[in-house]
């Protein structure tokens, strides 16, 4: 069960009119983000149903009591459960998957004759706080249900963002937000930690010993470079091979990166400072200079916390 830390204000029902509260059913209900939004939903005063694959017959008992159904599972599994489940499903229920991924799995939802949509919660299970944070719904059949507003109205009291996109084209964002971020920190760090291992075993030095290199000349970038791998190697390694390995917009954002670091070598390479230059001021340009300001602002309270550890 979740601490109470977790939850920093209760969430309110949405506003309606006498429409009845929407049972719910979490098919994956014991994992990080299911038990998440099972005492979310709870301390709202719904009930929340539990279908766990563990305990033999929990998903139909769930599903038939339920008005909204959730698939909260991992990404490669999502096809699978609602293959399972699907006997189950009636044709007044909405199903939803909470996923990082939606367009492989629009195949699999086109053939329910329930309401379908995709909904991802753009953080993970140890959120304290729902204000700022953003919920992306897509559509995944044409049949329309009131869940979906019930949803939307819901997550919105809570202080949530709620953002409308395609499978599709939410796939190509989270490619460039999610899984090109996670690449170049997992393979930046790779080559730090190798330079380093060799580093130390050169003078004798354990590997272990954090303290003995780069740590001591740490730049405010490298700490900052520091702070947000160590935020990706905290997860399972599942988490981020499933979101890379699953979103079939992953290899073009990589093949599109590897060109910009080859193209770059050539430059570094070339000493070619003009080039450089009009790289670097064109891509400064594309981010805005009020951005570029108030990242400069943002970052420099990021390090005012690190410094102080």
Do not use: W
């Not at 729902?130 to 992306?136: A, D, N, R, S």
């Not at 490619?175 to 580093?199: F, M, P, Y």
Request: a positive charge; hydrophobic letters at 40%.
């Amino acid at each position: 069960m979740f601490n109470e830390v977790y939850f920093t204000i209760v969430p309110k029902l949405p506003k309606s009119s006498n429409q009845s509260k929407p049972r719910i059913a979490i098919i994956g209900g014991t994992g990080g983000m299911g038990v998440l939004f099972a005492e979310l939903f709870r301390k709202a005063g719904l009930e929340v149903l539990i279908g766990s694959r563990k305990v033999a017959g929990s998903y139909e008992k769930a599903i038939s009591a339920a008005d909204i159904v959730i698939v909260s599972v991992p990404i490669q599994a999502v096809p699978e459960t609602i293959l399972c489940i699907k006997p189950f499903l009636k044709k007044n229920q909405l199903i939803v998957d909470f996923s990082s991924v939606q367009s492989p799995h629009h195949p699999s939802f086109k053939k329910l004759q329930c309401s379908a949509i995709s909904v991802h919660p753009l953080f993970g299970p140890t959120v304290k706080d729902f204000v700022g944070q953003i919920f992306v719904f897509s559509e995944q059949n044409k049949l329309t249900h009131k869940g979906v507003s019930f949803l939307k109205n819901f997550f919105r009291n809570l202080g949530g963002t709620i953002v409308d996109m395609t499978p599709k084209s939410h796939d190509s964002s989270m490619a460039l937000i999610q899984a090109l971020i996670h690449v170049t920190h997992i393979t930046t760090s790779a080559v730090i930690e190798d330079a380093r291992s060799k580093a130390q075993s050169k003078v004798g030095g354990k590997v272990g010993d954090k303290a003995t290199f780069l740590e001591k000349v740490s730049t405010p970038v490298y700490k900052l470079h520091r702070a947000v791998s160590g935020r990706i190697f905290s997860q399972p390694a599942e988490l981020y091979a499933n979101i890379l390995m699953t979103n079939p917009e992953v290899l073009k954002v990589i093949d599109a990166e590897i060109l910009a670091l080859t193209k770059l070598r050539k430059v570094v390479a070339d000493k070619d400072y003009k080039r450089f230059e009009q790289t670097f001021n064109k891509t400064k340009d594309l981010l805005g200079a009020e951005n570029v300001k108030q990242c400069m602002q943002d970052t420099s309270k990021m390090l005012e916390i690190i410094n102080k550890k």
